[in-house]
């Protein structure tokens, strides 16, 4: 080798030691993620569908039950093919693999009484979430992005659900630092900080030979999703980005940046589906949940209710439980367990089909101005929370 071969080598390696470092070793802004969510929302779309995660937790909980013989046999996809399984396996890989390369996978435990209200947590927001067709991503974050209705009462749900879960934290008698203490608590690093790093290399490698085992049986696209779920796993775990946080926080400290964040993030979202949409590039009707109104808001009302008891929502559930947190790992089996249940309780007794219509809103009001409603909702949201914040410290 040259020693100008040997230059190129070392500017080479210094660009990829950077590049890891800016990624792995800083934080990253809840702003740049709320751009990076709302971009890969849209490419997700044009690919196949847009992200979800109640879906996933459903298959995983039908495949569980009918393989355990603890539910009646039908025809169901195993985890590693359903679409929004794999979109969950690869949030769950990805966050784990930044968790480990950044250094921060820990087993966090929590008091027995704090491991129920995971649990219990879980169970609502998989009874909500099947109540309203769709979690606080594909019934609110997704569906608002599409110009469902049931998006926009979903919306008012989780705004009621969150007020009144956090005045039950508040009847309880855990004040604001104990929220934070038990979101963030942190027993003991489960394995060597020194070891973590090439732990997070190996799930790469394995990330990889998944998505190649995926090409090789045709199966590609499901190798497709697998990589986006890792990028959103990896994002919201550099960026601690929750929508638990975005819909509480305004009613426990005032704090109002998850909250503009996120409507930022719905915000770009939205001018992507539109145009998608309104150009026919994808079909107007894709996430038009039939849950408007009673469902979603019925739905997003229990959700709402249940992930302020679980201390995260349905996508921050995977990402937190990656990091070690035993709360969310036990609010991610009462989420699978309550929405593949109350699915087959609702088919059973014919009740699914009752809890609301389709509606776009463009077809009333044509896109533009269906469009501009929907940036306006999303501007009240934010311009709300930063007045909240500036004017009290939050409800209690």
Excluded at 79 to 86: E, R
Excluded at 129 to 156: H, K, R, W
Excluded at 344 to 366: A, K, R, W
Aim: aromatic fraction near 10%.
């Amino acid at each position: 080798m040259t020693v100008e071969q040997a230059d190129h080598s070392m500017v080479s390696m210094s660009a990829v030691k950077d590049l890891f470092e800016a990624v792995f070793r800083r934080p990253l802004s809840v702003w740049s993620a709320a751009l990076l969510l709302g971009t890969l929302n849209i490419l997700l779309f044009a690919l196949e569908k847009p992200w979800t995660v109640s879906d996933g937790f459903r298959n995983w909980g039908d495949w569980v039950f009918q393989t355990s013989g603890l539910q009646s046999p039908s025809p169901i996809f195993p985890p590693w093919l359903y679409s929004g399984s794999v979109l969950n396996i690869g949030l769950l890989a990805g966050a784990l693999t930044s968790s480990l390369l950044s250094r921060q996978l820990a087993v966090r435990m929590a008091p027995p009484r704090e491991l129920g209200k995971g649990f219990a947590g879980g169970l609502l927001m998989g009874t909500g979430a099947v109540c309203a067709m769709g979690c606080n991503i594909g019934g609110f974050y997704s569906a608002i992005s599409a110009f469902s209705l049931s998006g926009l009462t979903m919306m008012v749900g989780l705004i009621v659900g969150a007020y009144l879960g956090s005045r039950y934290l508040r009847w309880e008698g855990i004040d604001r630092v104990q929220v934070g203490l038990a979101r963030n608590s942190c027993v003991t690093p489960s394995t060597s900080r020194t070891l973590q790093p090439w732990l997070g290399g190996a799930c790469l490698v394995l990330i990889a030979a998944a998505v190649m085992e995926y090409e090789n049986r045709d199966l590609g696209q499901r190798g497709v999703l697998l990589v986006f779920g890792a990028l959103l796993g990896i994002v919201l775990q550099r960026s601690r980005f929750c929508f638990e946080r975005a819909f509480c926080e305004p009613f426990l400290s005032g704090a109002s940046e998850m909250t503009r964040a996120a409507a930022l993030s719905l915000g770009v979202s939205a001018m992507g589906f539109a145009v998608l949409k309104s150009t026919d590039l994808r079909s107007v009707d894709t996430f038009v949940s039939p849950s408007f109104w009673q469902g979603s808001l019925a739905g997003g009302t229990i959700f709402g209710v249940g992930m302020a008891l679980a201390g995260g929502c349905a996508a921050s559930s995977i990402w937190r439980a990656a990091e070690g947190n035993v709360k969310l790992w036990c609010a991610v089996i009462g989420f699978a367990a309550a929405s593949s249940f109350t699915r087959h309780f609702l088919e059973q007794i014919g009740l699914l089909g009752f809890l609301g219509s389709s509606i776009l809103l463009p077809d009333f009001t044509g896109w533009p101005l269906a469009l501009a409603l929907t940036m306006a909702v999303l501007g009240a949201w934010y311009l709300s929370a930063a007045w909240n914040e500036k004017t009290r410290i939050g409800l209690w």
